[in-house]
């Protein structure tokens, strides 16, 4: 079992739908949690970091976490033609005595206009 | 802004040559990392460096090595390029704030390396 989960997509939806981006994880003890965005042809950009349970606004877009289910989503209110791109979790914590940061595969979003 | 800067964009090698590739941030970062992104493998971390000549092994080390002689600079090395090197490579830096991973990292736009 992968240490976190996210679907590849691709996902396509209309201009102005709410969109729903989750990803899974199997270990309890991570606990930061971030959201990249990936434009194609360019490096990820940070969009969101939460620490605890609960929710985190930011303009159009709301970082969730579920810590008891192990569950995050980004929620993009809105949606624009310039929010496609590919979007990754990721998650850090102490795990077996060492740091890490592991990231989702990413999934790759688009809107129609 | 965080600015992280990968010298080159695309880079074409053949397979057995020595291949170097550039990051510079100019945030003061500590933390400097070098990762390679794969359709379905997502980023896996090559290497990682918390101070100027110190380095970690990420998870796929095998037939790279880095140097850090500037805390601005990271370099990756390819001592001997190989068509299973051929992929997309990440520079990033973040602050150390006492943990490898509290900070966020700020990437680079990448350098697309093809070894034939």
């Known amino acids: 079992q992968k240490e976190v989960e996210q679907d590849p997509g691709p996902l396509s939806v209309p201009e102005g739908a709410i969109v729903s981006l989750n990803c899974t994880y199997s270990?309890?003890?991570?606990?930061?949690f971030m959201w990249y965005r990936q434009y194609s042809r360019k490096g990820p950009e940070l969009l969101m970091y939460?620490?605890?349970?609960g929710n985190k606004e930011d303009g159009r877009f709301t970082a969730q976490v579920d810590k008891s289910s192990k569950y995050i989503s980004l929620f993009i209110r809105d949606s624009q033609p310039s929010d496609s791109a590919t979007y990754l979790c990721a998650m850090s914590g102490r795990i077996q005595g060492a740091q890490k940061l592991v990231f989702g595969q990413g999934t790759r979003l688009t809107i129609n206009p | 802004d965080v600015k992280v800067t990968q010298s080159s964009r695309y880079l074409v090698k053949r397979t057995g040559e020595k291949v170097f590739l550039e990051c510079v941030q100019d945030m003061d970062h500590e933390n400097m990392f070098w990762y390679r992104q794969d359709p379905g493998l997502g980023l896996r971390l090559i290497y990682f460096?918390?101070?100027?000549?110190?380095?970690e092994k990420g998870d796929i080390p095998e037939g790279y090595s880095v140097s850090r002689e500037k805390k601005e600079r990271f370099s990756l090395i390819l001592e001997s390029a190989s068509t299973n090197q051929t992929s997309m490579y990440l520079c990033?830096?973040?602050?150390?704030?006492?943990?490898?991973?509290?900070?966020?990292?700020?990437f680079g736009n990448g350098t697309r390396l093809t070894v034939t």
């Open positions: 460096s918390y101070d100027v000549k110190m380095k």
């Open positions: 270990n309890s003890a991570f606990q930061y």
């Open positions: 939460t620490y605890s349970s």
């Open positions: 990033a830096s973040s602050w150390w704030t006492g943990r490898q991973y509290n900070s966020p990292l700020h």
